[in-house]
């Protein structure tokens, strides 16, 4: 007898990127305290958190909620000396990597991946400016989606609207099979809105680094809360305008690609 | 003291490399045949009995419906994925076949990664004969843009072949190794790998520091189903239309498809140097299409130039440029900014490659190393890196695809990005979404695409939960891509700490309990002696070239008596009496040399009978009624 019919089917659901629902509660956990108190498993001396004990020498498990910053010795800032991240970054994997590890025990080859992956993971966000201030609001709960993710930026209202007209035009005219002429002019149009938008993608992108800049003076003058929230926010609302513009771009992209 | 090796699995061709410490630098293993090029093919015979490389591939011509060639092509795929591939490839599928195909040969059936076991398996043998010992841990290389089914099956390969995979590496950054210790060059590098079946651009940088050298990709790209095979299938393509205008209709003449397969295979490699060709190929009467002798009413005949064959395989040739436009922009590098290119992968040899690579590049690409060895060379480094031998190089590969998970609506949110240097790993939280749910279903891709339908499913699991209110539950996922590029998960309950066990179910590979199954059945092909099998297929290829021989003896005698010169005949007589005897005899590579011998003393009489053949074709009279 099959009974496979009359069993009740598992609730199925799809999967809730839970980063974007619930935002400040997990990102924000505090993260170097388990790190200083560590000790090693091999032969128990204190390890303050470095990737070897410096007693005995052995790979050391990574503490929970290591950031990346951290990880990499530096302090939460936004302006980071690329070459110098780049150095950190393969001498460490010379002493990280698997592959040194390929003899060791079960134990010591999963620490190795264990801290090379987040080695890898944190070189790939610092070393982007922009994935860097996106990592350091999440670090502190603070990078929030707009709702209105959507809604164009007031001031480029008027060439968003352009834009969605000549996309209108131009597919209109690729489906009624429209002539060479009025086909390169929409061409055109779009080029010259494609133009307009990277512009605009650039002085966004500046814009976010002058804030970045603010950030790490506040940093350094030692602000209060409210300043740095305030900084943050702003961040937040650079990050989502250059996401809105970044799209723009990309779909223009693609339309004069397709066309 | 066991030794560990490199191993190029190609869709072609497979080697077998070690690292020489004596020399400090890596060497390709030969064969029984002398080369150290393993064709990838794989017949069985009908006593079941497994024939692997250039055995099998002669056996293309005469057993073509119980051997297989270019099976890489359907590693870690599922049959809705090989549509295409059948309509040019004589692979015979099990209709039974789910999520991993299933391949029939003769009356049995295999999957793809047993079928590599095969090779895998002869080349082992290749290296425990040559070592005197036996060999079982490998480094094995796979196509960089392979995904991680196909790496899965290919590593599910090397299992069932006996051997520990020591690690995965991607063919051109081992090319990228061999060729950077040969060169000592630094500096930005572009590897552009066409082979058989595959085509690959890794974009690297080569770095010196303190600490040694290190070789970091920066991007990746490529096209798993791109390589020689698709310049052989254009040819065979224009040949069969020309064919068939003539009425000729080859779908019910396996055999002899294999035969013209072969024959145009010979003019591609021919065109890698000469300006013209000439295709002479023998058309089927429905009878014996042996070797030699066979009765033929027709034969195909057809020059073909440079430029005509520039003209066949540019679409082909320029489908590889996309990829190396897309690598470069993700590298953030211009053409101009390359300072090495580096050609690997036979495909490399047809001079409409050199030229459109070297156009865009404007530089000449290296080609200095064996574009067939160097990847096996490479993983024989790597290999060595792993044992602790060679510790001033440094391997920092990428991920080819994007990882993502499927959300909302069937859009994947990336969580890992291509080209992200491996290890990399992303961790996401994930929560119920309506009250006492028990479970929550992860649906793992990779690829580009916004829509999971467009992206390549890789796994599906579901994470067990406590029945509570929607939203309480937290279960922290950490997915990483290990340094093979394949995917591992773990899970852990952040309520209460406790790791979750993950039963993913690939979605088109085999589960543990799969491969465990098949390695026991795999015992019962277990490797006979390995000179003893040497000695047999030698021996039956030695049978087939005599009585060939003796075949066409009897034909010309009775075509064109008088024909061969006294000391050709004298030559014959004493090549067949010199291979009688070997054969009688156990020394396979005795037996293989005389077959050579044989084999050249038979060929002015094998040209002769062709060019008989090919003037009653030309002046449109059937050779069976001369």
């Given at each position: 007898m099959d009974f496979s019919l009359s069993r009740p089917k598992p609730h199925r659901l799809k999967p809730v990127l839970l980063a974007s629902l619930l935002e400040s509660d997990f990102m924000s956990a505090p993260t170097t305290t388990a790190a200083t108190s560590a000790t090693c498993a091999n032969c128990s001396a204190p390890t303050g958190g470095a990737h070897f004990c410096p007693s005995c020498g052995k790979i050391q498990p990574l503490p929970r909620g290591t950031d990346f910053f951290s990880f990499f010795g530096l302090p939460q800032k936004l302006t980071v000396d690329l070459e110098q991240l780049e150095q950190r970054f393969h001498s460490l994997s010379w002493k990280l990597h698997p592959d040194h590890f390929a003899r060791a025990s079960d134990d010591e080859r999963q620490l190795s991946l264990d801290r090379s992956s987040l080695l890898n993971d944190a070189y790939r966000t610092l070393r982007d400016p922009v994935a860097r201030v996106e990592y350091l609001l999440g670090l502190a709960g603070m990078r929030k989606e707009g709702q209105k993710k959507q809604q164009a930026p007031p001031e480029l209202l008027e060439e968003v609207f352009e834009l969605n007209e000549s996309l209108d035009e131009l597919r209109e005219a690729r489906a009624s099979g429209g002539t060479a002429a009025a086909m390169a002019g929409l061409r055109a149009k779009l080029e010259a809105a494609q133009h307009k938008f990277e512009a605009s993608l650039a002085a966004v992108d500046q814009e976010l680094a002058r804030v970045s800049a603010e950030w790490d003076a506040a940093l350094d003058s030692g602000a209060d809360e409210t300043a740095s929230r305030k900084l943050m926010e702003k961040m937040n609302e650079v990050l989502n305008r250059r996401s809105y513009i970044r799209n723009l771009v990309n779909g223009v992209r693609q339309e004069l690609a397709e066309s | 003291m066991p030794r560990t090796v490199g191993i190029d699995l190609g869709t072609t061709y497979s080697l077998i490399a070690y690292q020489d410490k004596r020399e400090g630098r890596p060497k390709c293993i030969p064969g029984p045949y002398g080369t150290p090029l393993c064709p990838s093919v794989v017949s069985v015979d009908a006593d079941g009995s497994i024939i692997v490389g250039e055995p099998a591939r002669r056996r293309l011509l005469t057993q073509s419906e119980r051997t297989i060639y270019s099976v890489k092509r359907l590693m870690g795929r599922g049959p809705a994925d090989v549509q295409d591939e059948l309509k040019i490839f004589p692979f015979r599928i099990d209709p039974a076949s789910k999520n991993v195909i299933r391949v029939r040969l003769g009356d049995r059936v295999f999957t793809p990664p047993e079928i590599s076991a095969f090779i895998l398996r002869e080349l082992k043998s290749w290296a425990d004969e040559y070592f005197q010992d036996v060999v079982d841990r490998a480094v094995i290389t796979v196509p960089a843009y392979f995904n991680d089914a196909q790496r899965q099956a290919t590593r599910d390969a090397g299992r069932l072949a006996g051997l520990e995979v020591l690690r995965l590496v991607n063919e051109p950054t081992a090319a990228a190794l061999a060729y950077g210790l040969h060169e000592q060059k630094r500096g930005r590098v572009a590897v552009y790998d066409f082979g058989g079946g595959t085509f690959d651009i890794s974009i690297l940088k080569l770095i010196s520091t303190t600490e040694g050298d290190i070789y970091q990709v920066l991007s990746t790209n490529g096209d798993t189903h791109l390589g020689g095979d698709d310049i052989d299938n254009a040819l065979q393509a224009l040949a069969r239309e020309e064919l068939s205008k003539q009425g000729v209709d080859l779908a019910a003449h396996p055999d002899t498809v294999q035969e013209l397969r072969k024959a145009l295979i010979a003019a591609k490699h021919e065109l890698s140097d000469a300006a013209k060709t000439t295709v002479k190929f023998p058309l089927p009467d429905g009878g014996d299409a042996a070797l030699l002798g066979a009765r033929q009413k027709t034969v195909y005949f057809r020059e073909i130039t440079r430029a005509e064959y520039d003209r066949i395989i540019r679409p082909i040739v320029d489908r590889t440029m996309g990829p190396v436009r897309q690598a470069l922009a993700d590298a953030k590098l211009t053409s101009a900014e390359i300072e090495e290119v580096v050609l690997v992968g036979g495909?490399?040899?047809?001079p409409l490659v050199r030229s459109t690579v070297e156009e865009f590049f404007g530089r000449r690409p290296h080609a200095e190393l064996n574009p067939d060895e160097v990847v096996a060379l490479g993983a024989a480094v790597q290999a060595d890196i792993l044992e602790g031998g060679v510790n001033d190089m440094l391997l920092l590969d990428v991920t080819p695809l994007s990882l993502g998970i499927e959300t909302m609506g069937g859009v994947v949110a990336k969580i890992i990005p291509r080209n992200s240097t491996v290890p990399a790993s992303a961790q996401e939280m994930f929560t119920t979404g309506v009250e006492n749910q028990t479970g929550i279903d992860i649906h793992v891709l990779q690829g580009e695409r916004e829509l999971a339908k467009d992206c390549r499913s890789l796994a599906r699991f579901q994470l067990k939960v406590p029945p509570g209110p929607a939203g309480l539950a937290r279960i922290e996922v950490k997915f990483l891509i290990d340094a093979s590029g394949i995917l591992q998960v773990a899970a852990r309950d952040l309520r209460t700490g406790e790791e979750h066990k993950i039963d993913v179910q690939p979605s088109y590979g085999l589960d543990d309990a799969a491969v465990e199954r098949m390695l026991e059945e795999s015992i019962e092909f277990a490797e006979q002696d390995f000179s003893e099998r040497q000695l047999i297929e030698a021996r039956n290829e030695a049978e087939t070239v005599l009585q060939a021989t003796e075949k066409a003896l009897a034909r010309e005698q009775e075509e064109a008596p008088g024909d061969m010169p006294a000391e050709e005949r004298h030559a014959l007589n004493g090549a067949v009496t010199s291979l009688r005897e070997a054969v009688a005899g156990k020394d396979y590579k005795r037996i293989r040399a005389f077959v050579d011998v044989l084999n050249q003393a038979t060929m002015p009489l094998a040209e002769r009978m062709m060019n008989r053949a090919l003037g009653a074709a030309l002046e449109g009279k059937n050779l069976g009624e001369v």
């Open positions: - | 495909s490399t040899r047809v």
